[in-house]
Nanobody
Framework: EVQLVESGGGLVQAGGSLKLSCATSGFTFSDYQIGWFRQAPGKDREGVAFIDAGGYNTHYTDSVKDRFAISRDNAKNTVYLQMNNLKPEDTAVYYC??????????????????WGQGTQVTVSS
């Protein structure tokens, strides 16, 4: 059974930090690109950060560049999202997704094969 389980969300003041984790099982983790997406109420799901299968390349949406950092530990089948200098507009449910792509990076959510259940991040002003 494929599982992606996000954790680490919570309530934080603007300027604070959180580190999200996405623990996976049930598929060959090292063959999959991982993406972090977020969805705020009334808005579409937005791609935030992406890391390729080998962990060599990353990509960020402009609004989080220089504030967020994605990493992966292929030995632990886990991906992380370090979020610094959080802003109220970062408030959303954060999801991790896995896409079978052994090279390169894809940012389109519809391509992703597997999803977690999400973790809430709330940033107060």
């Amino acid at each position: 059974e494929v599982q992606l389980v996000e954790s680490g969300g919570g309530l934080v003041q603007a300027g604070g930090s959180l580190k999200l984790s996405c623990a996976t099982s049930g598929f060959t983790f090292s063959d999959y690109q991982i993406g972090w997406f977020r969805q705020a109420p009334g808005k579409d799901r937005e791609g935030v950060a992406f890391i390729d299968a080998g962990g060599y390349n990353t990509h960020y949406t402009d609004s989080v560049k220089d504030r967020f950092a994605i990493s992966r530990d292929n030995a632990k089948n886990t991906v992380y999202l370090q979020m610094n200098n959080l802003k109220p507009e970062d408030t959303a449910v954060y999801y991790c997704g896995a896409y079978f792509l052994q090279a390169g990076i894809a940012t389109q959510a519809s391509l992703y094969n597997y999803w977690g259940q999400g973790t809430q991040v709330t940033v107060s002003s």
